[in-house]
């Protein structure tokens, strides 16, 4: 159990290291919002001990990281189009407000917006990674690419299981369980990447600095 | 009863969770798809804008040999005629001077033709072809090849595709002169509702298709498949030692 507790908090890691190169580098600004923000939606829990606070305000998490990761995809120079990009953030609110609002509630755990944007998610990284993959550069050591391979394994993940846990299937505890540590575990590697891709950033730009 | 309702759930939620899958597989490939486009077309338009640099640098190259080295030989020229001499043997000299002189400018004139602005147009096309095929086969500088040639009417191109079709003309009569040592090229050049087809053919000393193409000495022949893709055209070369060489180039209207 406290190898559970610890990979949750394995967030830490690189919003530890986003805290450093927050004020140096201004590119991956909704990114480092996003990790500042899951890591105190992670400590949330064990702070507050009320089921309805605890879901309102992961409920409301989800739509800021979505909005936040649409905002941290263009600027990486993938929506072109700027109506494209309003269309999908107004999209967005609509289903969680539709979602959020009308078929659940706000203290319910919204599992129809979790599908939604783990779907757009994996997609708007899908076309990232291939955006990249044509620019002739190094992909490995590419801070983009390694986070967008962490969207794609993570959400990708997310999308089968929240599917799962939208209908009232009702699975037994022990295999909720199950699927629950797999994620955890998912989430303590995907956080493990996002650590790689920021010290990537930092070396290069230790790089520009001494050219 | 239960179990049955459960499995029927079960079966929709798999259905629709592989659907939401099969939707991100499909749009990776169309991702790839996109941007390999995008990529293509990025390639084409900086490969268009090499065209363009080296097209500038071959002319100002020509211009400055035109204005430089030519005139100063053309004056060379002039005051060696103008030398009078009464030995005989001095003229003899003179006289093999001034000849030099004019194979040398002939050879100057030859490459300046490769060089200088050439300002083709839509219309002009056709002419251009016709005039500089009847350039080499006038040309005193090479008598030995005899270009036979029917061009017929020429669709319209803008003027870097016109550019491209006279450049190949070019260097297809360069290496059947310098390359293929042939006495005779065929040309053909005629067109279609859909196409332009041009047909050269060669009598010369041909070459060996494997190595040339992937050798490093094949920029002519390697150019004139660059140059037909450019225009997305096919090209179609046979040649075999000894045989000649023929190249058909079927370039879309």
Known sequence: MKLMILLSLSIFLPTLAGFFLFLKNKTITPFLLCLFLGSMVTIFPILIKDCYLINSVINIYILFELVLFLFQFKKWGLFKNNLNFYILISLSILVWLYTGMYISDIGIRNNYFRVFYSFILVLSATDLVNKIAFERIKLMTDYRFIICIGFIIFYCYNIIIETFNSTKLGFSIPTFYNIFIIKIYLNAFVNLLYFIALLCIAKSMKQKFIM | ?253
């Open chain 2, 1 to 253: 009863m239960h179990s049955k309702i459960n499995e029927t759930e079960i079966y929709y939620v798999i259905l629709f969770a592989c659907l939401l899958l099969a939707i991100i597989l499909f749009y990776f490939f169309y991702s790839i798809v996109k941007y390999h486009r995008r990529d293509l077309k990025d390639k084409l338009e900086i490969i268009y804008g090499k065209n363009g640099i080296l097209e500038e640098e071959k002319k100002r190259i020509g211009r400055d040999i035109h204005d430089g080295i030519s005139s100063s030989l053309a004056g060379i020229k002039l005051l060696i005629e103008s030398i009078e001499s009464e030995s005989e043997k001095d003229q003899k000299k003179l006289l093999t001077i001034s000849n030099n002189l004019d194979v040398t400018l002939g050879n100057f004139r030859y490459i300046l033709n490769d060089l200088m602005d050439i300002n083709l147009t839509n219309k002009d096309l056709k002419t251009f072809l016709i005039d500089y095929v009847e350039k080499v086969n006038s040309s005193k500088f090479d008598d030995q090849l005899t270009i036979q040639y029917t061009i017929g009417n020429i669709p319209i191109f803008d003027k870097e595709e016109a550019l491209h079709i006279y450049r190949i003309f070019q260097e297809v009569i360069y290496n059947a002169q310098k390359h293929s040592k042939a006495t005779i090229l065929e040309i053909e050049c005629f067109s279609t509702e859909h196409d332009l087809n041009i047909r050269f053919r060669d009598n010369g000393h041909g070459f060996d298709m494997n190595t040339t193409l992937n050798a490093k000495t094949g920029i002519g022949i390697n150019n004139i498949i660059y140059r037909t893709e450019m225009l997305n055209g096919k090209p179609i070369i046979h040649s075999e030692i000894n045989k000649g060489t023929e190249i058909i180039l079927k370039i879309p209207v």
